[in-house]
């Protein structure tokens, strides 16, 4: 009977068991950062957000300040005499009112002007001109400032909502164009009264460029990975740090929103879980300044307390660390490489010399069992591929002798009946096309020959059939120059051209045709047997004997012979398909690849 207590962790394996120790040695130093970063994380965000409250409330005053000056130029403009004599009336002649436009034009170019290396607002002035009696000036804006007159049809979206305001300005987001092209800003729009008739509206003053000048004021702010944002009272960014933000509505925690009773002036924090708003709101331009500060990037400032958790923690984790390396130098890293070797052995591949001949333990057994296997694998592989290179080159003689005899019986009999019946008269040629025959068929020994020898070949045995039955059919030959170099397996196309005579144009007399074409398409050779035969054919039955399924071979042996011979070649990419001629009878087609005669 077994005595003691099991150990739990010979159930893991190594690796279990190592990440098992190294989390029991560092898991308290976790507890202990953790507390300690929770209350350095409070003292941090509660020192910050005080800190950005007093910022806000600076940045909210150089943004009133610049807003102050932007509405003092508009005053200026607005109340200057010459532009309050732009006033479109036909009792004016051309020339004077082509003065009165060319002294506001530079009026509002010289107030457009940056100041102090700033950003500038290019002011542009709008005047509502039914009559054309301006019809001079530019309809629409092809310049960042000027002065434009327009009718019913050209009417900006927004003129109406200014006059509306009278002399009160406020800004909006509009589409300004700039020669062909349109961008959206921010504009301080401001209806122009005419001073002498006290009521009278004599256009819209216009200041563009307002978010390019708020963001300049925006971006002496500087956030860790934060926003600025300057937005109206329903939310909407009109100018912020992130262009993209400008125009689309912003969704902001529900305490900062002023609630029913409150007053809508002061500065309001609202911390999340991750971020901190720190919001401004101003009634007098109805708009509000919000930062949002990432909780996340104030974590990067530290307190004392957390540094010196901090460097308990990285003396307590490189300890560990020491320990874990050990164990993994000396049993991870060996099994480490054996996996390597395992995922890029290919079989074949040479095997390196055994690392780690020395060790005696269970890692020093298996790499020297696993590489004596690979170079036994590797043995085994070789000697295969040799024997199926043997039976290959055995099932390639096999497949010519079973072709030879066959063309030579059936060539020696229609010799035969013909020097019978007629005479020698003929006999000289067909014994002529016979030698032809026998000369391509043996082909010195080669396997492949090119097309041009094997179409002399195929032409011969056309021309033998033809003296012995006295055949009418036509046979057409339309070979391209480029096929005729391409190398074919021999006796290829007269098994097929013996099929297309027997089984199509046998009877049909000068009505039969026979097309033989080669064509070569990219990197595919493409040869075609067809005839216009009208004789029933199962091509299902012969696509079946090609694709080597059990079929009946009685439909011919011939054609199964010659796939053979074109896959073992090329491989199973390539070979022979039947089908259906488009003017009746069957085509049979040959796909090959382009290869050439290496020997010359």
Same mark, same amino acid.
């Given at each position: 009977?077994? !005595? *003691?207590?099991?150990?739990? +962790?010979?159930?893991?394996?190594?690796?279990?068991?190592?990440?098992? +120790?190294?989390?029991?040695?560092?898991?308290?130093?976790?507890?202990?950062?953790?507390? *300690?970063?929770?209350?350095?994380?409070?003292?941090?965000?509660?020192? &910050?957000?005080?800190? @950005?409250?007093?910022?806000?409330?600076?940045?909210?005053?150089?943004?009133?300040?610049?807003?102050?000056?932007? !509405?003092?130029?508009?005053?200026?403009?607005?109340?200057?005499?010459?532009?309050?004599?732009?006033?479109?009336?036909?009792?004016?002649?051309?020339?004077?009112?082509?003065?009165?436009?060319?002294?506001?034009?530079?009026?509002?170019?010289?107030?457009?002007?940056? /100041?102090? *290396?700033?950003?500038?607002?290019?002011? =542009? +002035?709008?005047?509502?001109?039914?009559?054309?009696?301006?019809?001079?000036?530019?309809?629409?804006?092809?310049?960042?400032?000027?002065?434009?007159?327009?009718?019913?049809?050209?009417?900006? =979206?927004?003129?109406?909502?200014?006059? !509306? %305001?009278?002399?009160?300005?406020?800004?909006?987001?509009?589409?300004?164009?700039?020669? #062909?092209?349109?961008?959206?800003?921010?504009?301080?729009?401001?209806?122009?009264?005419?001073?002498?008739?006290?009521?009278?509206?004599?256009?819209?003053?216009?200041?563009?460029?307002?978010?390019?000048?708020?963001?300049?004021?925006?971006?002496?702010?500087?956030?860790?990975?934060?926003?600025?944002?300057?937005?109206?009272?329903?939310?909407?960014?009109?100018?912020?740090?992130?262009?993209?933000?400008?125009?689309?509505?912003?969704?902001?925690?529900?305490?900062?929103?002023?609630?029913?009773?409150?007053?809508?002036?002061?500065?309001?924090?609202?911390?999340?879980?991750? @971020?901190?708003?720190?919001?401004?709101?101003? $009634?007098?331009?109805?708009?509000?300044?919000?930062?949002?500060?990432?909780?996340?990037?104030?974590?990067?400032?530290?307190?004392?307390?957390?540094? &010196?958790?901090?460097?308990?923690?990285?003396?307590?984790?490189?300890?560990?660390?020491?320990?874990?390396?050990?164990?993994?130098?000396?049993?991870?890293?060996? #099994?480490?490489?054996?996996?390597?070797? &395992?995922?890029?052995?290919?079989?074949?591949?040479? &095997?390196?010399?055994?690392?780690?001949?020395? $060790?005696?333990?269970?890692?020093?057994?298996?790499?020297?069992?696993? @590489?004596?296997?690979?170079?036994?694998?590797?043995? /085994?592989?070789?000697?295969? @591929?040799?024997?199926?290179?043997?039976?290959?080159?055995?099932?390639?003689?096999?497949? %010519?002798?079973?072709?030879?005899?066959?063309?030579?019986?059936?060539?020696?009999?229609?010799? %035969?009946?013909?020097?019978?019946?007629?005479?020698?008269?003929?006999?000289?040629?067909?014994?002529?096309? /016979?030698?032809?025959?026998?000369?391509?068929?043996?082909?010195?020994?080669?396997?492949?020959?090119?097309?041009?020898?094997?179409?002399?070949?195929? !032409?011969?045995?056309?021309? /033998?059939?033809?003296?012995?039955?006295?055949?009418?059919?036509?046979?057409?030959?339309?070979?391209?120059?480029?096929?005729?170099?391409?190398?074919?397996?021999?006796?290829?196309?007269?098994?097929?051209?013996?099929?297309?005579?027997?089984?199509?144009?046998?009877?049909?007399?000068?009505?039969?045709?026979?097309?033989?074409?080669?064509?070569?398409?990219?990197?595919?050779?493409?040869?075609?047997?067809?005839?216009?035969?009208?004789?029933?054919?199962?091509?299902?039955?012969?696509? $079946?004997?090609?694709?080597?399924?059990?079929?009946?071979?009685? +439909?011919?042996?011939?054609?199964?012979?010659?796939?053979? $011979?074109?896959?073992?070649?090329? *491989?199973?990419?390539?070979?022979?398909?039947?089908?259906?001629?488009?003017?009746?009878?069957?085509?049979?087609?040959?796909?090959?690849?382009? =290869?050439?005669?290496?020997?010359?």
């Amino acid at each position: 009977m077994r !005595s *003691g207590l099991s150990n739990p +962790l010979t159930k893991l394996n190594i690796k279990q068991q190592l990440i098992l +120790l190294f989390l029991v040695m560092v898991s308290p130093i976790f507890l202990l950062h953790w507390y *300690g970063n929770m209350k350095a994380e409070h003292l941090l965000k509660n020192h &910050v957000t005080s800190a @950005y409250v007093e910022l806000i409330k600076q940045n909210d005053t150089v943004i009133n300040r610049d807003m102050d000056t932007i !509405s003092k130029i508009t005053t200026t403009i607005i109340q200057n005499p010459i532009t309050q004599q732009l006033v479109p009336t036909g009792a004016e002649t051309v020339i004077e009112r082509v003065r009165k436009y060319d002294k506001v034009d530079k009026l509002l170019a010289s107030n457009s002007i940056p /100041l102090n *290396g700033g950003e500038a607002v290019y002011y =542009s +002035l709008y005047i509502y001109d039914p009559n054309d009696y301006y019809f001079f000036a530019p309809k629409r804006q092809l310049t960042q400032t000027g002065v434009y007159f327009f009718s019913d049809a050209e009417k900006p =979206s927004w003129y109406d909502d200014a006059v !509306s %305001y009278k002399s009160k300005g406020y800004m909006e987001i509009i589409d300004s164009n700039v020669g #062909l092209s349109q961008i959206s800003t921010l504009a301080y729009i401001r209806a122009v009264s005419n001073v002498s008739i006290g009521n009278g509206i004599i256009g819209v003053l216009v200041a563009t460029k307002m978010d390019m000048k708020i963001s300049e004021s925006l971006k002496s702010v500087s956030l860790p990975d934060g926003k600025i944002m300057f937005m109206d009272w329903s939310n909407r960014v009109l100018a912020a740090t992130d262009s993209s933000l400008m125009g689309k509505t912003y969704v902001l925690p529900p305490a900062t929103e002023i609630k029913d009773g409150m007053e809508a002036v002061g500065t309001f924090d609202v911390m999340t879980s991750d @971020y901190i708003y720190v919001v401004n709101y101003n $009634r007098n331009l109805n708009n509000k300044l919000v930062y949002q500060i990432p909780i996340s990037s104030l974590l990067k400032q530290q307190s004392e307390l957390k540094h &010196v958790i901090q460097l308990i923690s990285i003396a307590y984790i490189l300890f560990g660390c020491v320990v874990v390396v050990y164990f993994w130098r000396s049993l991870m890293t060996p #099994l480490q490489k054996l996996a390597q070797f &395992v995922r890029t052995y290919e079989p074949g591949r040479l &095997v390196p010399e055994t690392p780690g001949k020395g $060790r005696n333990d269970e890692v020093g057994v298996l790499f020297a069992a696993l @590489y004596d296997m690979a170079r036994r694998l590797n043995v /085994l592989i070789h000697y295969k @591929y040799h024997m199926d290179i043997k039976q290959k080159e055995s099932q390639l003689q096999l497949l %010519y002798q079973q072709i030879n005899p066959h063309l030579l019986y059936n060539t020696l009999e229609s010799i %035969y009946w013909k020097s019978s019946l007629e005479g020698n008269t003929e006999s000289a040629e067909m014994i002529k096309d /016979l030698s032809k025959l026998m000369k391509i068929g043996l082909s010195r020994g080669r396997e492949l020959i090119p097309l041009d020898e094997e179409l002399e070949h195929a !032409s011969a045995y056309v021309s /033998l059939q033809q003296k012995r039955y006295k055949y009418e059919f036509q046979v057409h030959w339309n070979i391209s120059d480029a096929a005729r170099m391409m190398m074919i397996p021999k006796i290829s196309l007269q098994p097929l051209i013996e099929n297309a005579i027997i089984h199509g144009v046998k009877f049909m007399g000068e009505d039969g045709e026979i097309q033989i074409s080669a064509v070569v398409e990219g990197e595919r050779v493409t040869i075609k047997v067809e005839d216009n035969g009208h004789k029933e054919v199962d091509y299902a039955s012969i696509e $079946r004997l090609l694709s080597n399924d059990k079929s009946d071979h009685s +439909l011919g042996y011939g054609i199964r012979n010659i796939q053979q $011979r074109i896959q073992l070649h090329f *491989g199973n990419g390539y070979g022979m398909s039947y089908k259906r001629g488009d003017n009746g009878g069957t085509t049979v087609t040959i796909i090959l690849p382009t =290869s050439y005669d290496e020997t010359k």
